[in-house]
């Protein structure tokens, strides 16, 4: 592809195969390009069995030239254009540890002598003449979530002892004006902190947390990951209280939104950790927030907005995730003719 920018769901995908043909020919009756959208998980189960499960969202093909009565394509080069609308409710594309969901364009020759059409022929028991990547980003409006408008209050409270005796707790309520948030928009969490107890605080980390879950044969394997994160500096001694802000987190371009909706088999939270740190020997009070990570912002509620997203950094991204498709599949080599040469092109 010439361009690597996020396609939406119901968009129209156009391009051209342009195929050039060497010496001698290259023995096809039949070129044909397919999208392919999918989820794949895999993982060893309790017992180490292999566990996998797998979702089919689009397989589209068409066939762009097709020729019965010749075995083969003369020399010369060609251009064959095409074009594939993807479905309505299909998740974004999606890299994980133990599982993905990938778009994916292809060409195929087909030379054999089966009646059957060029379409019903095109498998994947073979490596294709070329293949593509999309990035397919289904976006998720906080508005129409009632749960992301919503204020967030999370407590939390821990003892310490010292010399055998139980002092009194350390406290913290962290507050979010909003649960949702949309790619760079700074996350501003407030915490006030309530120290009863007899030992100083000195520090307060936050970070937001990405915990997803791939399911695949009645069982399930759950990781988490950090997104962002920031730290401060506090004072808060035995007896007293502060109120700690942070606004330097802001929610990275290309964060997978919440849920991965219309995939069964890829489960995507967020939550922000906070962590409160007394001094000495001691270990930290810790709290989770949960929040909700989508694509189109909440307008009508206070909010600091980082710099807009430059059409730049939406490449970039769709780019990267497309190269990372790409690796994973470097095992599975793309074959290549001697006697013809064959590239994906998209002017959109």
Known sequence: MKEF?????????EGEVKVSVGPGGLPAKAIVARLDGRARVEFRGGGGDLR?????????????????SVSSIPVGNYSYPFAFTLPAKIPSSFEGELGWVRYRLEVRIVDGDDDASAANRCHDDSPPLAQSFLTVLNPL???TLPAAKQMQKSRAQKHFCSLCCRNGPLSVVATLAKSGFAARERIRLVAKIDNRSRVDVGRVYVKLVKLTSFYADGEVRIGDSTVTG???EVNVGPGDCS????????VPF????SYLRYCNSIDVEYWIEIKVGPSGPHSSLELNVPVIIGTVPIPNMARRRVDAVKPAAATAAAKKLKENAMKALAARSVGTSERASTSLMSPN
């Open 5 to 13: 920018r996020p396609y939406e769901p119901k968009e129209k995908v």
């Open 52 to 68: 996998k499960s797998e979702e089919y969202y689009c397989n589209e093909t068409s066939v762009l030239y097709q020729n019965a």
């Open 243 to 250: 109120v700690w802000r942070n606004e330097e987190m802001v």
């Open 230 to 232: 920031a730290a401060g």
């Open 254 to 257: 290309g964060a997978p939104t």
């Open 141 to 143: 409006d906080l508005n």
